[in-house]
């Protein structure tokens, strides 16, 4: 049996893209949104297989209802993202600090994420973490920052953008 391979051609057979945990994978046909890259960033999937999900768990729980923008996934919901993450083995759990503090404390709740960054700088260590703002969401690990501003290995914490927004809620994401 002659193996293509030998003789260089390739035929029909198509490089395999791949993504890895910790790099976001972009949208190749058009604009990324922060919720499924989101996803790609933590659970190391591509950003179509994601998208397609989404939209799979949306037609579900909407009967069929279509969004009035087709078949991008342009807006999610926070309840959206958990069902996501619960869907790939992983959970969302509401971030409390070292001192018991949750999002609900006066400290908290005008907090920028600067600020965020500076009171949990020894705890972010190895851990994933999803930020949420007013409308967009950030994934941070380390010193580092993703999304949808970023390069896919993410860059940071000093020099990500949006440092000045409030934050709204901030959960740690652990395997399931």
């Not at 490089?15 to 960033?41: H, Q, W």
């Not at 908290?108 to 949990?120: A, E, M, P």
């Amino acid at each position: 049996m002659i193996c293509a391979k030998q003789h260089g051609s390739i035929g029909s057979l198509k490089m395999i893209k791949r993504n890895r945990k910790g790099r976001a994978d972009f949208n190749e046909n058009g604009k990324s949104y922060c919720g499924p890259l989101t996803l790609t960033v933590i659970t190391g999937r591509r950003y179509d297989i994601v998208e397609k999900h989404i939209l799979k768990m949306r037609e579900l729980n909407t009967r069929g209802f279509i969004e009035p923008w087709g078949n991008r996934v342009v807006r999610m919901k926070d309840s959206e993202l958990r069902s996501m993450f619960r869907y790939y083995g992983y959970k969302m759990v509401a971030f409390v600090d070292e001192d018991g503090t949750t999002m609900d404390n006066e400290f908290w709740s005008n907090s920028t994420v600067r600020n965020w960054t500076k009171k949990t700088y020894g705890v972010r260590y190895k851990k994933w973490f999803v930020i949420s703002t007013r409308n967009h969401y950030l994934v941070v690990s380390g010193n580092k920052v993703w999304d949808t501003y970023s390069p896919s290995e993410g860059i940071s914490v000093v020099h990500m953008p949006h440092k000045k927004a409030k934050i709204r809620a901030v959960w740690e994401v652990t395997n399931g």
